[in-house]
T-cell receptor, first 114, second 117 residues
Framework: AQSVAQPEDQVNVAEGNPLTVKCTYSVSGNPYLFWYVQYPNRGLQFLLK??????LVKGSYGFEAEFNKSQTSFHLKKPSALVSDSALYFC????????????FGKGTMLLVSP | DTGVSQDPRHKITKRGQNVTFRCDPI?????LYWYRQTLGQGPEFLTY????????KSRLLSDRFSAERPKGSFSTLEIQRTEQGDSAMYLC???????????????FGPGTRLLVL
């Protein structure tokens, strides 16, 4: 079985400050890891993914994430937060083998204050 | 570029009624997924198609739920005899098939929000 944990229900950060949204995962095998963002009453929008290779992955809107195999983590980061980054962020995992269904975390609400 | 579309965007129904949702994936995407999202939770997988074949179903998909993708293009999700616990956002996603199933990304539609009274 695979699972994802997002330990923080909410992250508050001031505009211009760096942000981190945490994600840890559990799979029995090599993972694909994803971050999605959801704005109110909208579907999920893909931000970035880790497949193999460089542990630091860069994605849309200046976001990046670092894969850490020993800590089974895939934290989302951005050097300088914008008010428009305020949204619900989901981490997801799937196995490299087998069917391609995603397992999502519960989500973390990011609030960026002006 | 047309993304994944879903219809309707909102549906209010009375308990016991049947409802059907439609998903149109990104053209030429072979794979199509249905997820359910309840308030405060991440999306939960329901079922998955590759072309017209339904390859996997979650235990969440009770006998009242059925999904089809008859021509390998659009898909429908039907819920029979709806219950209040079916109230949720139903999300559809699609992805291309790349060789070796590597590096595929699922692209989500806007969802259909169902409220069962």
């Amino acid at each position: 079985a695979q699972s994802v944990a997002q330990p923080e229900d909410q992250v508050n950060v001031a505009e211009g400050n760096p942000l981190t949204v945490k994600c840890t995962y559990s799979v029995s095998g090599n993972p694909y890891l994803f971050w999605y963002v959801q704005y109110p009453n909208r579907g999920l929008q893909f931000l970035l993914k880790y497949i193999t290779g460089d542990n630091l992955v860069k994605g849309s809107y200046g976001f990046e994430a670092e894969f850490n195999k020993s800590q089974t983590s895939f934290h989302l980061k951005k050097p300088s937060a914008l008010v428009s980054d305020s949204a619900l962020y989901f981490c997801a995992v799937r196995l490299l083998t087998g069917y391609s269904t995603l397992t999502f975390g519960k989500g973390t609400m990011l609030l960026v204050s002006p | 570029d047309t993304g994944v579309s879903q219809d309707p965007r909102h549906k209010i129904t009375k308990r016991g009624q049947n409802v059907t949702f439609r998903c149109d994936p990104i053209s030429e995407h072979n794979r199509l997924y249905w997820y359910r999202q309840t308030l405060g939770q991440g999306p939960e997988f329901l079922t998955y198609f590759q072309n017209e074949a339904q390859l996997e179903k979650s235990r969440l998909l009770s006998d009242r739920f059925s999904a089809e993708r008859p021509k390998g293009s659009f898909s429908t999700l039907e819920i029979q005899r709806t219950e209040q616990g079916d109230s949720a956002m139903y999300l559809c996603a699609s992805s291309p098939t790349s060789s070796g199933r590597t590096q595929e990304t699922q692209y989500f539609g806007p969802g259909t929000r169902l409220l069962v009274l």
